[in-house]
T-cell receptor, first 117, second 111 residues
């Protein structure tokens, strides 16, 4: 069966410090990978998605970046954190669709709660 | 663009009450529709899904029917429990395989 891991679970970082959040998926190959942010009391905002190693698409301009050094590893980074980067970060994976349409859902990791002070 | 609108929360119910959380969508083509649940401090879990019109998704006593004529996918449960307290997200996946989530509805069930 497939599992998705995220770490750390919680993180408190000062403004201006770097960030690295890691997400790994087990039990599947060639997944699509996603990073979302959930700010307090708000819905999900898609930050990045990746359809393969080294292939990253950014949905919104921001202070963050993402990388996919291996097929099942997705990393969210920042060189200098801002207060507004605080939130709950969720990694997700889905089966890579074949053909024009796919009904595959996304599966989410447990999340990382980031507090920037 | 494609979007999902769900009823604003918070929703507070007593145990064994009937639950409805409204969800409507805007999309071109034939999206797949999903309900996800997020328990406190956790990630999202898929609750149920429907991939075509008139399909009914069901799980753990929750149901939702894909209504193309009203572009809706309302979540219902006949008798809620305290353990159902969570945030519920309606979502669609469009023809481009893009997911769109609603803003989430927080449900609190009191004993």
């Amino acid at each position: 069966s497939q599992t998705i891991h995220q770490w750390p679970a919680t993180l408190v970082q000062p403004v201006g410090s770097p960030l690295s959040l890691e997400c790994t998926v087990e039990g599947t190959s060639n997944p699509n990978l996603y990073w979302y942010r959930q700010a307090a009391g708000r819905g999900l905002q898609l930050l990045f998605y990746s359809v393969g190693i080294g292939q990253i698409s950014s949905e919104v301009p921001q202070n963050l970046s993402a990388s996919r050094p291996q097929d099942r590893q997705f990393i969210l980074s920042s060189k200098k954190l801002l207060l507004s980067d605080s939130g709950f970060y969720l990694c997700a994976w889905s089966v890579r669709p074949s053909g024009r349409m796919s009904h595959y859902e996304q599966y989410f990791g447990p999340g990382t709660r980031l507090t920037v002070t | 663009g494609d979007s999902v609108t769900q009823m604003e929360g918070p929703v507070t119910l007593s145990e064994e009450a009937f639950l409805t959380i409204n969800c409507t969508y805007t999309a071109t083509g034939y999206p797949s529709l999903f309900w996800y649940v997020q328990y406190p401090g956790e990630g999202l879990q898929l609750l149920l899904k429907a991939t075509k019109a008139d399909d009914k998704g069901s799980n753990k006593g929750f149901e939702a029917t894909y209504r193309k004529e009203t572009t809706s996918f309302h979540l219902e449960k006949g008798s809620v429990q305290v353990s159902d307290s969570a945030v519920y997200f309606c979502a669609l996946k469009n023809n481009n395989n893009d997911m769109r989530f609603g803003a989430g509805t927080r449900l609190t069930v009191k004993p």
